[in-house]
């Protein structure tokens, strides 16, 4: 091209830009124009809803977490305390991570006159949101794997003949071992009416959530009753709390999911010794699948949801137990994933149809499109160890 001819083209391609082009052809990524008129965080939330097409947009004024569990769309009512408790705690959770201070080996924070390691923190969060929820609780996390009771007063030694209403394990910070390099990190908790998290399924959930602490702040929840995952953004607040920690504002309701070639395996080395899994592994990259993996299995099992496609593995390597726990991981991704359509398995069964024996009860895990997860079971098929 000539001067000119580059200068006129050059000016085309700004007009054909500025005419609508990323509006045009990129819709599900445009960001919306915040006026002075309208709530900021009503606007934003508008460029996030319903970007793919098991996404379903959301007509409702029921756009906040309070709102939302105080509707007829949530038949929760009695556990809604426990799982409000749990979600405000996330928020508390998102400042520490992002206020961390990380060296090689680990992320701290400040507590009080003390500094605590950040998924420390993020324990502490839950535990005291669920001290004061009200409700007579019994709680076990992935850290401590000790129960600790609240009684309706917020106090740890509540008359112990009298059961606990709902009982409830969390895993406060999963993912912990890559928050130094910045990527996405999460919490899981899972909710029944019981007096114990032992001998129940997840079957038997009154709820389940995940929160993702990454480029944005999302919540995703979902309830015994309903057959789908509401997706809530954190809006407002500022970096370092001092003007609130920001709402939890309803972004999107996921209720399919399809199949489609994206794999994300956990525990790779594996296959140096398992041929299962090499086949498998062959299988994917023969047939062009995409990678899409960081070793967080919060997100590496949310994106699922996300994309509405796709498989997550993590299979045992031969003579090892499996690596994650059924109770704190396993549960509360399959039933986020199951709720959506998707499918679970240890290899043989649906994860939410095994029972909790014990608090540090292992599975290997399949999760995602239901054909993808029949191809796990066959081609991989039970873990040789169960515990």
Known sequence: LTNEGGMAALAALVVFAASGWHATMRPSLRWPVLSKS?????????????????????????????????????PLLSAAPVVRALCSACKKIALQVRTASC?????????????????????????D????????????????Q??????????????????????VAIDALDGVSIIDTNFAVGTLFSVWRASSVLNVTGRELLAAGACSYGPRTSLYLALDGRQDVHEFLLAGGDADGREGLGSWMRSNSYTGMSEGKLFA???????????KYASLLKYWQDNRYQLRYTGGMVMDVLQLLIKGRGIFVT??????????????????LAYLVEKTGGCSSDGERSLLDVT?????????????????????????GPSRLRL
């Open 38 to 74: 309208t709530d900021a965080s009503s606007q934003l939330l508008s460029g996030f809803r319903a970007r793919s097409a098991h996404a379903v947009a959301l007509e409702t004024d029921d756009d906040d977490l309070e709102a939302f569990l105080g509707s007829e769309e949530a």
């Open 129 to 144: 949101g669920l001290q004061r929820c009200g409700e007579h609780v019994i709680v076990t996390s992935m850290l401590e």
């Open 146 to 167: 000790a129960p600790t009771i609240y009684g309706d007063a917020g106090d740890a030694a509540a008359d112990e003949e009298a059961a606990p209403q709902f009982a």
């Open 265 to 275: 395996p956990g525990n790779l080395r594996a296959a140096a010794s398992d041929t």
């Open 103 to 127: 060296d090689s080996t680990a992320c701290f924070n400040d507590f009080g006159d003390e500094q605590l390691a950040v998924d420390m923190l993020a324990e502490e969060c839950l535990m």
């Open 356 to 380: 909790v024996h014990s608090l540090d009860q292992r599975t290997q895990i399949a999760m995602g499109s239901a054909s993808e997860v029949r191809r796990f079971e066959e081609m991989i």
């Open 315 to 332: 299979p045992s390597s031969v003579g090892d137990r499996p690596r994650h726990h059924l109770l704190y991981e396993a549960v509360p």
